[in-house]
């Protein structure tokens, strides 16, 4: 390769990284910004085992649980919903990827948590806080 070869590539290739770096750090033109939804309210028309999959996945026992009571409850605070019910669905769905076993646990943790309350023996419903479980 002869020196004026040389001479020419290492110019284009530092032409081409000062583009680069007017592109990347120039803050001359408004960059496209993508806000992502932090916020979905919840999809309480599919059903079951699609709801507890989409937003269950990843979640604590007391978040599912919650969750469950919320599909349910189809998002309605203070509507009672019995324990028996919530624990029939759950054993419907009760693999790996789904909710798993159920605890007796995850509704005392989710009352503590203040996502649910429990107004009478063996009914549970969902508190204003509940949409925390999902953010």
Known sequence: MKDNQLIFRIEKIEKDIADLKKAVFDDSHPKLITKKSSHQEPNFSLNI??????????KSGPKRFVLLLAFLAKGEVGVDVELEKVRNEWSKMSAKNLLGKFNRFYPNEAKTQGWADSKAHGTYCLTNAWKEVYE
């Open 49 to 58: 085992r699609a709801f507890a999959k989409r937003y269950a996945a990843g």
